[in-house]
């Protein structure tokens, strides 16, 4: 008999995405409302104004691509000076990640792709 | 009386005769509240029953424009004008439609050819006189649309610089149907930038400088301009994302020196 699963899938991917070399912090978003569903940000972040932020940025320039007949976004990242926020579209979900400059943001990418299809498969 | 009373009234109305005029008042009001839809539905079923008559015409023309169906609104305004009594303002008003729906299609001709039946109808002048100058500097915008063309290349759909409040200010954005779709991009950006320095600001990552955006259909990548406007570009999927990166540093660059002499 093997035990019952007790951590949600949400948790599950924000600590394999938290495993990741370079990565700050993890969150999954509610992506109708931008209210964190589970996160790994660090202390002294306003988590809700990220979650809220993050999501907004994402759908936007999601919106603005399908204005353009672009299609659905699948993929969003942005590049700061002191790091990179990275976030893909899971269903009902935004899944978003912060990680220092030196990150590789190529492995970031597959490790959230690998994530969107965990939540929505 | 308060708005949703006279919509349930006018309503009521147009249910127990729906050959009245209400549906004039009805859509208007719909319209004033922002419910287009409805109010196209209601105008339309108006139009139907009344088609010999230009005010039904011409709310059909003005919902039109809104839903930016701009052949709908030239057809009905054209119908308007035509049924219209001369030097009537609702002749005069059709024709500064028509004039409007010309420019937004980049028909010069038309457009200012409908001004002059404007004028003739008796429109106001002051109104004529706005509308052929936004006419005539439509030329020095129609050099701001293509002042990143040289930087294009095969595979580049949009190189498009963009204010603060989602107005074009240079640049075109083709869709992948190959048709401008500038004027539907540019208002999804409203704030954009705004929201990113927040965003920076709370996870103290600093200022940004660059989004790329993964969509089946384009790779798309953005970033400030000046401090009020950023730019935007897109190149089918097949294109290198370090060749659209490099047309976002030239079209970033060229916007700046053309703002800076702007």
Sequence with gaps: MTAPRTRSPYHDVVAELSRQRGVLGVMVVDAADGIPIASTLAVGVDGDAVAALAASLVQQTARAAQAAGFGAASYFQLQAEQGWLCATGAGAFVIAVVAEPRTNAALLRLALLRARRELAP | ?262
């Design chain 2, 1 to 262: 009386m308060p708005t949703g009373d006279a919509v349930r009234r006018l309503s009521d109305e147009l249910a127990r005769d729906p050959g009245s005029l209400a549906f004039l008042p009805l859509a208007e009001l719909l319209l004033g509240r922002g419910d287009v839809a409805t109010a196209w539905t209601v105008a339309r079923r108006g139009q139907a029953r009344h088609g010999d008559r230009p005010d039904a015409h011409d709310l059909v023309a003005r919902l039109a424009a809104a839903r930016a169906d701009w052949e709908e609104a030239l057809a009905a305004w054209g119908l308007a004008a035509a049924l219209a009594p001369a030097g009537s303002p609702l002749r005069a008003a059709a024709h500064q439609g028509m004039a409007y729906v010309c420019f937004r299609l980049e028909r010069p001709a038309e457009s200012e050819a409908h001004l002059q039946a404007a004028e003739a109808a008796g429109a106001d002048a002051v109104a004529v006189a706005a509308a052929r100058a936004r006419l005539r500097s439509s030329r020095s915008d129609a050099a701001a649309r293509v002042l990143f063309a040289p930087l294009l290349a095969a595979g580049d759909m949009a190189a498009l610089l963009v204010d603060g409040a989602g107005h074009v200010q240079a640049g075109e954005c083709r869709g992948a149907d190959g048709r401008d779709a500038s004027d539907a991009v540019a208002p999804a950006l409203a704030g954009l930038a705004e929201a990113a320095e927040r965003a920076m600001q709370h996870l103290s990552l600093g200022r940004w400088e660059r989004i790329t955006v993964e969509a089946d259909g384009a790779h798309v990548c953005l970033a400030p301009a000046t401090h009020e406007t950023i730019v935007l570009v897109a190149s089918t999927p097949a294109t290198p994302l370090g060749r659209v990166r490099r047309l976002l540093e030239q079209v970033g660059e060229r916007a700046r020196r053309w703002q800076g002499g702007a």
